[in-house]
């Protein structure tokens, strides 16, 4: 179990403007745009929507493309995933009848057949017309080891807020006087039947400056909220304070993480009646599982005489290390282009994943007795498919060691296993239970993957589909993807709409890793941090300066693409470098660096991006800013910038300032707000259908 795993996005903004002292206040004209719901404002996003749509939606094929990309989305062929709980495995699903989706259940038996029967637990379609809300599915907590209560979240139209509710598992029915919480980034974990710990809103001075759970509480059955017992209080400073119950191999843990920052935190674990501080590096990551306390380190760690380096994952005896021993097993030491890239847990062993040079490799550890009765932990090489991405996760860790793997890559579909570990690590038998079709024919593609030298030497690797008699003429439409950010690694996994959309219609599709990301682990991510982040931009410059020095492509053919950081990096790219690109899809963008962090939980990325109230750090903030660094008379290429009103990770008045700014200079601006679809712009398929049509037809005829 992963202490503090709470999705705090790939950025995550809360959802309401807060307008704090700014030396922008008097300058920047197009400030009113950041106030989401006032009239004046979603005039202004109509305005820009109708124009923007009707010219897409006008263009050949749109309507084709945007048919076609739903039957993907709800495909019935899609993989199923399901996780365990008791002797039922659930799954979410949606198609073009459950638009807002079904939470279902079937045995193991049943699952593995071609049509499984399911029984359906919560039909979110019927809920939403019942109760006249738009409900958009968030997951459920199950309540262990019984199985048959769960804290189930739901938000309205997508955003990361979320009410809470408890749910009967048996009868299928919200319990009436059970436990519920109001619309807010709250976290809820079960402690037992008629305890659960609550991370949320409950008023002023509660939350942190980036709009999280500053305060955690302790809620017990039959009372109101206002009555539960704070248990822990971080700092206003923080980014947030989650508090976790969870059961492991049949022991009981409770934890407290206090994100200090978004790299840096504190964890406790409650001993008896007390919560200890777990000593270790404040940028570790710590979890716990097989009575081992885990760390995965982001920098070299020096202790008890030794030296483990950054992105190595050890463990120790929880008893042990809580004691001051510090003896450690190495599940993880990185190398060269080598990178971990997580793990799955069964009840006797431990899968590793690895990526080198950005595809996966698994190894499989397994413990034995030496013989002082120590346990020893072995570890050995998986087969699996030649493939780009393998992941493996246990199917009941508790119970068995039983497990999933899932292989694919950018022209293979999902493929899922179901596996056993037999005694002595034999996990070479698997059964393949589903698989996705081809959903794009990609028989005349083929994959390569590259390597440029950037601007400072370093090495970067970036994969190209296309076709396989392409011709290097330069005229090929070249759509180039990044993100390089947050050590989100970008892997060679299977891109079903980019494939019906782009690649089999004869487009160039480019998968960029460059610094800022994960690929290659925390230095990798280290490297484009901060003061440094120029040098994710010049990765990019450098891959796109490659496409066209090896004629794949040219200027005018060279589009690209990114969301949320990756749209930071969009509107870099479209600032320093116009010249090199001949159209730009823009995605619930960050552009206002100036301001990213007044808008509520902009704060917590300072750790990635600095602090623009500091003179210092501004100073290279505003060097790459994009909405600080539009120029009247310089030639930009058009632009399709794309967000939603109910984005509460990544403010919409980023994307909203930077259109009405570029257009009052004269360039080239398409702009589409969905009013409803949370970060990823989208509530259901029929949204991100649309979306995505919107995006490949800009793309197409702009390219082309």
Known sequence: MLIGAVNLGYPACPLNPVFGATTLSDTDSYLWLEDIDSKKSLTWVRAQNKPSQKSIESLPGFEPLRERILK?????????YVTKYGEYYYNYWTDAKNVRGLWRRTTLAEYQKAEPKWEVVLDLDKLAASEKENWVWHGADVLEPSYDRCLISLSRGGGDKEVVREFDLNTRAFIQDGFCLPEAKSVASWIDRDNIYVGTDFGPGSLTDSGYARLVK?????????????????EKTDVSVIAYAFLDHGKHYEVIHRGVSFYKNMAYLKRGDDWVLIDKPEDADVSLSFDMLFLRLRSDWTVAGKTYGAGSLIAADVDAYMAGK???????QPGPRKSYSGRGITKNYIFVEETENVCSSLYLWSKTKDASGEIVWSRSKVKTPDVGVVNVW???????DEYFMQTDSLLSPSTLFYGKVAAGGNCDERLKVKSQPEFFDAKDLQVGQFEVTSKDGTKVPYFMVSKKEIKLDGKNPTILYGYGGFEHSMLPSYRAVSGAAWMERGGVYILSNIRGGGEFGPDWHKAARKENRQKAYDDFIAIAEDLIKRKVTSPSHLGIHGGSNGGLLMGVMLTQRP???????????LLDMRRYNKLLSGASWMDEYGDPDKEAEWRYISKYSPYQNIKRDVTYPEIFIETSTRDDRVHPGHARKMAAKLKEYGHKVLYYENIEGGHSAAANNKQSAYLNALTYSFFWDRLK
């Open 72 to 80: 993907i989305l709800d495909s019935p062929a899609k993989i199923p």
């Open 218 to 234: 302790k809620w017990q059955r039959g009372t109101p909220l206002t009555e539960a017992k704070q248990v822990f209080a971080g």
């Open 326 to 332: 510090r003896a450690f097993t190495v599940f993880y």
């Open 394 to 400: 246990g199917i009941d860790a508790d119970h068995s």
């Open 579 to 589: 010249d090199l690109f001949g159209a730009v899809v823009c995605g619930s963008p």
